[in-house]
């Protein structure tokens, strides 16, 4: 079995090579590379995630995007499963696979993202489309977490913030259970938690900004919780999100503590 992984050296792509093998990696510097070439299975994990920078420079973003798009064109593949994110819904609260993202109004970020599931879904008759949340894994170099771990501009961080937070060490797993069912569409929805009670119960010493309007507030749902033992349109719930940050936390703390100054 022929498999490819686009995005193989970044953050999500990188946790995915260390979970399972791959025959084949691309990125931004070899993508033509994968040109004529056909594969089993394909997993794309290849769309940058910072999305600030994409909603600031949307025509450079989209430009990546349609790069990658024009590739895969000339691509086959007997499955294709694209990562892809909770931003492409404007108001992520309360939606779940059934309902459509308002295209209106939506930031680029979101928009451009949303195209690529569109191409995907026409271009390969067997596609998976997973969207995850915020995450947390080896690697982690940016976010509210990471910020939290190096004691960086937490004052920054709002405590009444409400995320959802996906562990990657579970990724390779969870995609196995997609790709072996027949749902094209996954969102991958764990249970929101506040910053501040992040903080409280894993960096009480730190502190954090005022509670201020604006705070981000993330709450999408997924019809297939059960498909990963989870309830409630959960794949997993409070108690599993903490599990899996506290496991996290350890490690990478260890890590980063056994590094030299």
């Known amino acids: 079995m022929q498999q490819a992984l686009i995005g193989h050296t970044g953050f999500v792509?990188?946790?995915?090579?260390?979970?399972?093998?791959?025959?084949?990696?691309?990125?931004?510097?070899?993508?033509g590379d994968i040109r004529g070439r056909r594969f089993d299975r394909i997993v794309c994990a290849g769309v940058s995630a910072v999305k600030w920078w994409a909603n600031q420079n949307p025509e450079q973003d989209?430009?990546?995007?349609?790069?990658?798009?024009?590739?895969?064109?000339?691509?086959?593949?007997?499955?294709?499963?694209?990562?892809?994110?909770?931003?492409?819904?404007?108001?992520?609260?309360?939606?779940s696979e059934d309902a459509l993202p308002e295209r209106q109004g939506l930031h680029p970020y979101g928009l451009h993202r949303l195209q690529l599931e569109d191409f995907v879904a026409a271009r390969f008759p067997n596609h998976r489309i997973v969207r995850l949340p915020a995450l947390f894994g080896t690697g982690l170099k940016k976010n509210a977490i990471y910020d939290l771990i190096h004691q960086n501009r937490t004052e920054a961080i709002n405590p009444d913030g409400r995320f959802q937070w996906y562990p990657l060490d579970r990724l390779s797993a969870d995609l196995a259970l997609v790709e072996q069912s027949d749902i094209p569409l996954v969102n991958f929805a764990t249970e929101p938690v506040s910053m501040e009670d992040i903080r409280a119960r894993f960096f009480p010493g730190a502190s954090l900004g005022p509670a201020a309007p604006g705070a981000?507030?993330?709450?999408?749902?997924?019809?297939?919780?059960?498909?990963?033992?989870?309830?409630?349109?959960?794949?997993?719930d409070r108690p599993a999100v903490f599990s899996a940050l506290e496991r996290f936390?350890?490690?990478e703390i260890s890590r980063t503590q056994g590094q030299p100054a």
């Open 13 to 31: 792509g990188s946790n995915l090579r260390a979970q399972s093998a791959f025959d084949a990696g691309f990125n931004s510097s070899n993508i």
């Open 216 to 236: 981000g507030l993330y709450d999408f749902r997924t019809l297939h919780a059960a498909l990963f033992g989870g309830a409630g349109g959960y794949i997993l």
């Open 249 to 251: 936390l350890h490690a």
């Open 62 to 95: 989209l430009a990546g995007i349609s790069r990658l798009m024009a590739e895969l064109e000339h691509v086959e593949a007997d499955l294709f499963t694209l990562i892809s994110t909770v931003d492409v819904y404007g108001r992520p609260i309360g939606v």
